[in-house]
């Protein structure tokens, strides 16, 4: 029995091997580090700039970025955060001015624009658009308007 157990255990740590990898610039500097499972990208990883501020992280499923991504700037400022399912974006993604602040969000569904979109000025609402598979249905500069036409539990 215990030779049988051994042997699985031999066989599955062969079979899916996973290792912590760390890939580095010309420079030296890190470029990504992140879990390998079977040469592939797995679990959560981090990609840097040459200046060795953070770029992007988030999780991998079978080289396909999934679940939720942050994503920054040069200097190292926020510049995006969303979900990603199979490597499409999903769901509400969050876009940033080079303050940090909100400048629009906007929903996806298979890496297309389906559902609001609302760009910020001042932390304020001043433009909606709703869209379906990528093409723009409705826009509205009015908020008045917009919150009349829509049924706000959309915007969860």
Avoid: P
């Amino acid at each position: 029995m215990r030779l049988i157990l051994l042997f699985f255990l031999f066989t599955v740590s062969v079979c899916a091997q996973k290792s912590y990898q760390k890939n580095y610039f010309d420079t030296g500097k890190i470029k990504s580090e992140g879990w390998i499972i079977n040469g592939k990208k797995t679990n959560y990883w981090k990609f840097y700039y040459q200046n060795g501020l953070l770029e992007k992280e988030g999780h991998f499923s079978n080289k396909n970025k999934i679940k939720y991504w942050y994503f920054y700037r040069l200097n190292g400022k926020k510049e995006a955060e969303g979900h990603y399912a199979n490597g499409k974006k999903l769901k509400w993604w969050v876009y940033y001015n080079g303050n940090e602040n909100v400048s629009y969000k906007c929903q996806f569904k298979n890496n297309l624009k389906d559902g609001y979109c609302l760009q910020y000025e001042n932390n304020k609402v001043v433009l909606a658009q709703k869209h379906k598979d990528d093409r723009l249905i409705k826009e509205w500069t009015d908020m008045e308007s917009f919150k009349k036409d829509n049924n706000l539990r959309d915007l969860k």
